[in-house]
């Protein structure tokens, strides 16, 4: 491993990386004021940083325009020491007119448009102030042929970047890959790569089999906001995750519990985790980037005229009435 990614590993092992979302109004448009707000909010919040262009932050839909107000926006208010991770993956490449590109049909013409886009977003992050990337799960090889060897090349593609790298083990109904053995193991000992997160949602078991396979060095992230606890008990060292993008105090206090062996407060915690991923990781699953958007709209974080997420599902509004009253008892103490 090099040296930029052995300090990667350090730092997430270190603490909480909230994947943050995007504010948008009603009307599907950015709201860069909120977007300020909340990034100033969050700077002054026990974290190790930020992963934006994630998945909880739409980081292939945005616009490169939006996408590049986003990261600025947090570059600006975050100390240098906060690790600013940026998604990258097969972003939609755009013709003049903003039509989209269509991905070719052949798997080496389809591996080519997959890397290329990928670097691309990569580079873009870089540019605008990112220091280390998270790799979104290359879905469209997913089903090729010999897509194992594809998957690996396209981690072993980002090492041209020169930034440290997280591989993403991200479960399947959210537009993710799990990894066969061969391919993590190959992944894992790219010298670029700090480790892995992985977020199977709701398999311990998954889980479990990722997480023996990450080597002596590298780090194992939690993504897991339905079984954080767990999960951190099973070998993970910080998280980077969506539930962490709305009172990550309380995220944040149960990582820090674990980490200097307070069980008691670990295991109170742990339910309060819990239950907090019960009211916003639950069906429509892909609704909880509304919800945690509620939580800040409700926290005085964002306007509630902010708090929408134009590229998900409709949320019934009685899940969000049911999440604002259980938050008075989602608290760290």
């Known amino acids: 491993m090099d040296a930029a990614a052995s300090t990667l590993a350090g730092d997430l ?65 975050l100390p240098p020491k906060a690790r600013i991770v940026a998604g990258c993956g097969a972003r939609p490449k755009l013709r003049a007119g903003r039509a989209r590109v269509t991905p070719p049909a052949d798997p080496m013409g389809l591996t080519k448009f997959v890397i290329e ?45 020169g930034l440290p790298l997280i591989a993403f083990c991200l479960y399947e109904a959210a537009g993710g890959v799990m990894y066969s053995e061969r391919a993590l193991d190959r992944i894992l000992a790219l010298p670029h790569v700090a480790g892995i997160k992985v977020a199977t949602l709701d398999s311990p078991m998954a889980f479990q089999e990722v997480a023996a396979r990450v080597p002596e060095g590298r780090v194992l992230v939690s993504g897991e906001d339905r079984f954080l606890g767990y999960s951190l008990m099973m070998g993970a060292r910080g998280a980077l995750i969506g539930l962490g993008a709305a009172r990550p105090a309380l995220t944040a206090a149960l990582l820090a519990a674990h980490r200097g062996g307070d069980w008691p407060a670990f295991l109170r915690l742990s339910a309060l985790v819990d239950r907090y991923g019960a009211v916003t990781f639950r069906d429509p699953m892909d609704g909880y980037i509304r919800r945690m958007l509620h939580v800040l709209a409700v926290d005085g974080v ?28 989602l608290v760290a103490g």
């Open 13 to 77: 092992a270190s603490g909480l990386v909230p994947a943050v979302p995007v504010p948008h109004r009603a009307d599907g448009t950015f709201d860069r004021t909120a977007q300020d707000a909340f990034a100033a909010w969050m700077a002054t919040q026990p974290i190790a940083g930020v992963a934006v262009w994630a998945h909880t932050g739409r980081g292939l839909h945005l616009t490169p325009e939006t996408a590049t107000e986003v990261l600025t926006s947090w570059r600006s208010v």
């Open 117 to 161: 886009s990928t670097l691309e977003m990569a580079q873009d992050a870089k540019a605008h102030g990112a220091d280390s990337l998270l790799a979104f799960p290359p879905v469209l090889l997913r089903d090729l042929e010999d897509s194992e060897r594809r998957i690996v090349d396209v981690h072993a593609a980002l090492a041209d970047v």
């Open 302 to 329: 964002i306007p509630r005229t902010a708090a929408f997420d134009p590229f998900g599902p409709p949320v019934p509004p009685w899940q969000l009435e049911e999440l604002e009253r259980a938050l008075p008892q």
